[in-house]
């Protein structure tokens, strides 16, 4: 994942700003959607195409990307509504379209 990977992944995560709170995620919520927002991200950038042989470089970028955006935001921002959402979200524009409201 490149610098550009992790700014749409945050820009993911952010995108989920603006509903009022309703409850806070716990720590485990939020690192499971910051993982699923990571996955999605990938997927979006075609790490379904990755080969075999390059699946462990691909898993290294992804933890790297998830040490960088951390789970911060989401504890701080996000609520127990808009995690859901996110989780549920097959993609990141139904992340973007569905959650965003939520």
Do not use: F, N, W
Not at 53 to 76: F, P
């Amino acid at each position: 994942m490149t610098r550009t990977a992790l700014g749409l992944a945050l820009a993911a995560a952010l995108s989920l700003a603006g509903a009022a709170c309703q409850g806070k995620p716990s720590a485990g919520e939020c690192d499971r959607v910051m993982r699923h927002v990571v996955d999605l991200e990938a997927a979006d950038s075609g790490a379904g195409a990755v080969p075999p042989d390059q699946r462990a470089e691909l898993e290294a970028r992804k933890k790297s990307v998830l040490q960088s955006i951390g789970t911060q935001y989401c504890r701080d921002e996000m609520s127990t509504a808009q995690v859901k959402c996110a989780l549920e979200a097959k993609t990141l524009a139904e992340l973007s379209e569905k959650c965003e409201k939520s």
